[in-house]
């Protein structure tokens, strides 16, 4: 099973079926799956905007509106993968789910083996596509485009916090000293960077990540020596 900085994936299952979500929920949960599950499609619409979602099926025809349409209004928000679980197989049908954005489908009746399979595979090219992410509790950082995010709120960082977080979070468990990190910050904005001037932007950084700065889960600091991220 895949897992997302070392914790457990979790799976939203939207299908008004009770039976067959509640078996695929027992299925996926014995496969080491954090599941959530909802009947309608205004009660997974709510788990997706308050949860972490790693991965969503949705069933196109709930008893409340369209999976397809659903699936439309949450894409360009969301980047987990979606399969649809569907009692249409035709061509047309299909298309629109691509259209719509979903990642595969299942037509049922279907294996759980099956899908248990296509689950993993997804996810396993998902990972190889984002390595340049880091995930942390509820901190991400997306090296790629330089934003950091804590849960799904992008925090808004300067060009010397967002370096000196990326510095911590790539030697994670590691004690960086305030010496390697001066050496490292040396003219991020043309300025010179001193040990006032980098423990104000901790300072800083922590207000803007940390739940409680005065207690921070996230930049620790080793007292006489430096900083390091996470334990």
């Known amino acids: 099973m895949e897992k997302r900085g070392g ?7 939207i299908e008004d079926d009770k039976i067959l979500n509640r078996g695929v929920t027992f299925a996926l949960r014995k496969e080491g799956y954090n599941i959530l599950s909802a009947y309608t499609k205004e009660e997974g ?8 979602i790693d991965f969503l099926l949705l069933d196109i ?14 894409r360009g928000s969301v980047n987990f993968p979606i399969v649809f679980l569907t009692a249409n197989d035709t061509e047309e049908d299909m298309v629109k789910g691509f259209e719509s954005g979903c990642d595969d489908y299942l037509t049922k009746p279907f294996s759980l083996e099956i899908l248990k399979h296509k689950i993993n595979a997804i996810l396993r090219r998902q990972s190889a596509e984002t ?12 090296f790629n485009r330089k934003s950091v995010f804590e849960r799904k709120n992008e925090i ?6 967002y370096k000196l977080l990326e510095l911590l979070v790539r ?19 043309g300025n010179f960077v001193d040990e006032n001037t980098l423990s104000v932007n901790v300072r800083r950084i922590r207000k803007k990540i940390e739940k409680d700065s005065k207690n921070p889960r996230y930049i620790i600091t080793v007292f006489g020596i430096g900083y390091m991220f996470g334990e």
Not at 45 to 52: A, E, F, G, V
Not at 61 to 74: A, F, H, Q, R
Not at 131 to 142: A, I
Not at 171 to 189: A, I, R, S
């Open 7 to 13: 914790m457990m994936r979790t799976i939203l299952i």
């Open 45 to 52: 619409k709510n788990l997706i905007l308050n949860k972490d």
């Open 61 to 74: 025809n709930l008893s409340d509106g369209s999976g397809l349409k659903l699936c439309d209004d949450i």
């Open 131 to 142: 390595k340049d992410t880091f995930q942390y509790e509820d901190l991400k950082v997306d």
């Open 156 to 161: 808004n960082l300067t060009s010397t916090e």
């Open 171 to 189: 030697n994670k468990g590691k004690v960086m000293t305030k010496e390697m990190l001066l050496e490292k910050l040396w003219d991020v904005n």
